[in-house]
């Protein structure tokens, strides 16, 4: 869907642009014009309702110029700067919940044009620990957030609810770093985060950035259903290079890289950077609302993501 109004989004602004470009350099001189021919006719002056016939443009021209500003603002910094995401699962939990609304920065990956999604211009890559937005490589059509764990020629490792890191080695390096295991520190049973009962909570030490993250204790290795990578082991991940590594932060609830494989870097939309609105849909099994309707709003949750 996002594909698609980006599609309409461009179509638009191209229509109305061209609409007001010919009304600001032909079609304004044009009826200024009228508007002399029809003064130098007539020998008195001419009444408002007649300069206003001459010189107002036709309802078609008239709506085209005055939305066109505001169209191309919103499609710059939809398609270059900020757009906004709902998430729809909690797959993200607990750094993102169901019904948050967040910010995905789209210029620190570099900029592309919004229709075929080419890059035009350098700026940035992820960095391990990034929350990112990008095109599920399974079905483009939909758009994902997962965690990059893993960057180009990293190996990784997730076994018995763990995380091993082996960072890619480079040329520079005088010897090559090992696996090293990322320390999950756990957190008391906290009923803040909704949703949560029954899991386990841990503050995961990523190499450059620390989160929270949650796993069920419960359900067993699911390595029979990893994405399968010739001369690994099942639970074992080489990061192709221009590709990432993503995993969800809900560890025991989420289709990440380890059943799909990994994110082109074509792929990426950008970086979540920020909760704008957060809202609660709980409510009793007897309540007359829609589920759509919110029930409340989650004032503490706005603000910068981790």
């Known amino acids: ?4 109004f980006s599609i309409f989004l461009v179509i638009i ?3 109305t642009g061209m609409v007001w470009l010919a009304d600001r350099f032909y079609l304004a001189p044009q009826r200024q014009l009228k508007l002399a021919s029809a003064q130098s006719q007539c020998s008195g002056e001419l009444t408002k309702d007649a300069i206003s016939s001459l010189t107002e443009p036709s309802a078609i021209v008239d709506t085209s110029v005055q939305i066109f500003p505001v169209i191309a603002f919103v499609l710059i910094l939809r398609s270059f700067l900020w757009e906004p995401f709902q998430i729809p699962s909690g797959s993200m939990m ?3 919940l169901d019904g948050d609304f967040i910010l995905v920065n789209k210029f620190n990956y570099g900029l592309r044009d919004p229709v075929v999604r080419h890059k035009f211009f350098k700026v940035g890559l992820p960095e391990r620990g990034d929350v990112v937005v990008f095109k599920y490589p399974v079905d483009p059509q939909i758009d994902f957030i997962k965690r990059v764990v893993g960057l180009p020629g990293d190996r990784i490792i997730y076994r018995n609810k763990s995380l091993y890191i082996k960072p890619a080695c480079k040329e520079s390096d ?5 696996f090293e295991q990322v320390v999950q520190t756990f957190i008391p049973e906290d009923d803040s985060v909704d949703g949560s009962y029954g899991l386990n909570r841990y503050t995961s030490a990523m190499p ?3 989160h929270d993250i949650l796993v069920d204790s419960q359900t067993l290795p699911r390595a029979q259903h990893y994405f399968m990578q010739s001369g690994t082991q099942r639970d074992e991940f080489v990061v192709p290079q221009g590709q990432y590594f993503v995993m969800g932060d ?6 990440d890289g380890r059943f799909w494989g990994f994110v082109p870097e074509e792929n990426l939309v950008g970086e979540a950077v ?6 609660d849909f709980d409510r009793s099994e007897d309540s007359f609302l829609p589920h759509w309707i919110p029930t409340g709003v989650r004032f503490s949750r706005l603000g910068g993501i981790n």
Do not use: G
């Open 250 to 255: 809900n560890r025991d609830n989420s289709l």
């Open 13 to 15: 602004t191209v229509i």
């Open 274 to 279: 920020a909760i704008w609105m957060s809202f």
């Open 1 to 4: 869907m996002a594909v698609y």
């Open 174 to 178: 005088a010897t090559c770093p090992d």
């Open 94 to 96: 607990p750094t993102l």
């Open 208 to 210: 450059s950035k620390s």
